[in-house]
């Protein structure tokens, strides 16, 4: 049966073969999906407010006692301390103040050190970000480069060694390795010497500044707690790095990049890992996003002055505005990074735009 529909003309014909520019829907595409990912955003920390309210202030604890634990302390006193910290309000008072100063950046007063909660979380910034900024560079780094040798040839040698020693220290509880890197390398152990500082940031009456000297003192402090985070990080990388090169091989593309005579580290470099790398970008992400929060207990093992050490100690009372005003911030800063992987996510792998 032959059609009677009239043919179609050279313009007709010109605007079918011609792509849709879509500047202006690309545009509201991507502002529609940051208004959905924003108001996702905004419930997560309305819940985040509620869990870390409920979590902290209303646990079997007695911080009163606590703060008076061997003092000599009258009723009246012990009554004034429950007064002054608020002890005494409903719950739902003291629910609605903790939103009210969250929102208005007013994290409260710390109960154990007598300063405001955003001082004591501003001075422990920058230790944490040090830690964990230079341990989360290393682990990418060696995650990503074993990742790749392993997962373009697997079964060899070296896949089947790293592998295997990823999957092991992933599994160590993170405080024991810390305490083993500490009592060999710390403390010496048979024929290996005392190499590094036990614990702090920097040695007691040395100099401030960026002097040479100080600077080193930290460096020599950052080793055995970045060591430890290492050890264990790096697995995570490694092995989706691996399983996504594996997963990449599969795929028609890269016999064709073959047949056109590419030669396998131009195939592996400018085709693979690319497309290998999407996975990984969301980990990276979130990794970064709970650099804030440190690691409670490698940095309580190496007293590191950090926001891990200063949530153990706001635990031991416990400290509530100040374990409340840890909690808003590590939550926050997961929720912001998450946000902005989603966004690079979106620019990196055109399927998700087209979603």
């Known amino acids: ?7 179609l003309s050279p313009q007709e014909l010109v605007a079918l073969e011609s792509p849709p520019t879509g500047g202006g829907s690309g545009g509201r595409d991507f502002l529609s999906y940051l208004a959905r990912k924003l108001a996702a955003a905004v419930v997560s920390f309305g819940g985040l407010l509620v869990v870390g309210f409920v979590i902290f202030s ?3 604890s007695d911080p009163v006692a606590a703060l008076t634990r061997g003092h ?3 009723a009246k006193q012990m009554a004034f301390l429950i007064k002054q910290l608020g002890l005494n309000q409903p719950v739902w008072e003291r629910f609605g103040h903790f939103v009210t100063n969250t929102l208005t950046g007013n994290l409260g007063y710390s109960w154990q050190f007598q300063t405001p909660v955003s ?7 920058w230790p944490t970000l040090l830690l964990m900024g230079s341990s989360t560079i290393v682990s990418v780094f060696l ?4 990742g790749i040798r392993s997962g373009w040839r697997p079964g060899s040698l070296l896949d089947r060694t790293s592998t295997g020693a990823a999957i092991t220290l992933w599994s160590v509880p993170t405080f024991w390795l810390g305490i083993i890197l500490l009592v060999v390398f710390s403390t010496g152990l048979g024929p290996i010497p005392s190499l590094f500082p036990a614990g702090g940031m920097s040695t007691p009456g040395t100099a401030g500044g960026l002097t040479p000297a100080h600077v080193l003192d930290i460096a020599r402090h950052l080793v055995l707690p970045c060591l430890t985070l290492v050890l264990v990080i790096f697995a995570q990388y490694q092995m989706i790095m691996r ?3 594996i997963d990449e091989q599969g795929n028609a593309y890269l016999l064709t990049a073959k047949a056109k005579g590419l030669r396998d580290d131009d195939v592996r470099r400018k085709h693979v890992v690319p497309n290998a790398l999407l996975p990984s970008v969301t980990l990276i992400f ?3 996003g709970g650099m804030i929060s440190g690691a409670i207990t490698v940095e309580t093992v190496y007293s590191w002055p950090g926001l891990g050490y200063l949530t153990y100690q706001a635990l031991q009372i416990p400290d509530l505005p100040l374990l409340e005003g840890t909690f808003i911030v590590f939550s926050a800063s997961v ?3 998450n946000l902005l992987a989603d966004l690079v996510y979106r620019y990196l792998d055109p399927r998700v735009r087209r979603a």
């Open 1 to 7: 049966m032959f059609s009677t529909a009239a043919p």
């Open 58 to 60: 209303l646990m079997p």
């Open 72 to 74: 000599v302390t009258s």
């Open 119 to 125: 001082t004591l979380i501003a001075q422990r910034l």
């Open 143 to 146: 995650g990503m480069w074993l």
């Open 243 to 245: 399983s996504s090169m």
């Open 286 to 288: 979130l990794q970064v």
């Open 335 to 337: 929720i912001i990074f």
